[in-house]
């Protein structure tokens, strides 16, 4: 006979709720994702730094060979002029995405005119693969100083990469951002932080 529901016989439950019940642990892992992601980015440059408005911490570190940019140290940062200070890696996959942010300031002109520069800290890094990050995705930077065992980063206080400092002309730390640098953090906190770093402390 036909497969016809007989009289008195249970429906068959439908398939759809079944399907949106096991899609929920998916949706939910999705918006916290996203929840965090979005926490990250207003909040990363919250995170204390015990060196803020205080002189950038002594050390030197030697030059990425093939970079065809000197090697920097402490006493470059008291020459008078603003340093943005950017902690990467090769194997650092959120450098690769702030990587187009730090190109961008390298080329603003106004930025040049300023007196402000680009110093890469290449942390915990086979040189090697950092010359090729660079070669790969521009050099932005006009100082370069190998941080092969992360020492120099223990002192900066670095709790991971990407992490970027604004410097002031004086050597003292004015600003610490956390994290990648995006379009967001780029405009409502780092300019204005290089801005202000340029004026003579009171």
Not at 37 to 54: C, F, N, T
Not at 69 to 89: I, Q
Not at 119 to 147: Q, W
Not at 190 to 202: N, V
Request: proline share 10%; hydrophobic share 45%; aromatic share 8%.
């Amino acid at each position: 006979m036909s497969g016809a529901p007989r009289d008195g016989d249970a429906p068959n439950p439908a398939p759809a709720p079944r399907k949106l019940l096991a899609l929920l642990p998916l949706a939910a892992f999705l918006a916290l994702a996203a929840l965090f992601y979005v926490q990250l980015d207003v909040d990363s440059q919250r995170l204390p730094s015990a060196l803020v408005g205080k002189p950038a911490p002594v050390f030197a570190l030697p030059p990425l060979e093939g970079a065809k940019v000197p090697a920097f140290s402490d006493a470059d940062l008291r020459k008078g002029e603003v340093t943005l200070v950017n902690v990467f890696a090769s194997w650092c996959g959120p450098c690769r995405d702030e990587h187009p942010f730090l190109m961008r300031l390298a080329a603003d002109e106004s930025l040049k005119a300023s007196g402000l520069r680009l110093a890469g800290l290449a942390y915990k890094d086979d040189p090697a693969n950092a010359l090729r990050f660079l070669r790969d995705l521009g050099a932005p930077y006009d100082m370069i100083g190998v941080d092969r065992g992360g020492r120099a980063g223990v002192e900066w206080g670095v709790y991971g990469v990407p992490e970027t400092f604004v410097v002031r002309g004086d050597g003292v730390i004015a600003y610490k951002h956390v994290g990648p640098i995006t379009e967001r953090s780029l405009r409502e906190r780092l300019l204005p932080e290089i801005a202000k770093a340029r004026r003579p402390a009171p």
